[in-house]
């Protein structure tokens, strides 16, 4: 047996069940009560389909309402790019002659 079915097997309610809970829901509250709590049971169960509704069809004017996604602008460099590559700066050429050692000096 599922676990669902065996959680959900405490739901199914037969007739003899159904007399049982009225004749105790009869003794608690008397022959007097009982329309009264039929009539508001009536109107919470009303109340709540009536809220349930309004719910949906909240949700459902949402999705109608819901904007398209339109695709990213395209952005604009802020400075112009100039289509002429600039030259890398140039080197002197290197001389041949050795660049003199520093001066070292010496403390006596």
Same mark, same amino acid.
């Given at each position: 047996m599922?676990s669902?079915?065996?959680?959900?097997?405490? *739901?199914?309610i #037969?007739? +003899?069940?159904?007399i049982?809970? $009225?004749?105790? !829901?009869?003794?608690?509250?008397?022959? =007097?009560?009982?329309?009264? *709590?039929?009539? #508001?049971? +009536?109107?919470?169960?009303?109340? $709540?389909?009536? !809220?349930?509704?309004?719910?949906?069809? =909240?949700?459902?004017?949402?999705?109608?309402?819901?904007?398209?996604?339109?695709?990213?602008?395209?952005?604009?460099?802020a400075?112009?790019?100039?289509?002429?590559?600039?030259?890398?700066?140039?080197?002197?050429?290197?001389?041949?002659?050795?660049?003199?050692?520093?001066?070292?000096?010496?403390?006596?």
């Amino acid at each position: 047996m599922s676990s669902t079915t065996s959680i959900l097997a405490f *739901l199914d309610i #037969g007739g +003899g069940e159904m007399i049982v809970i $009225f004749l105790v !829901v009869l003794l608690l509250f008397g022959g =007097q009560r009982m329309p009264e *709590l039929a009539r #508001g049971l +009536g109107k919470s169960i009303r109340e $709540f389909k009536k !809220v349930t509704s309004g719910v949906e069809d =909240q949700i459902k004017q949402a999705i109608n309402e819901a904007p398209e996604i339109s695709p990213a602008p395209t952005r604009t460099p802020a400075l112009p790019v100039s289509p002429v590559a600039t030259p890398a700066p140039t080197l002197p050429p290197p001389s041949a002659e050795k660049p003199a050692p520093p001066p070292t000096e010496l403390n006596p």
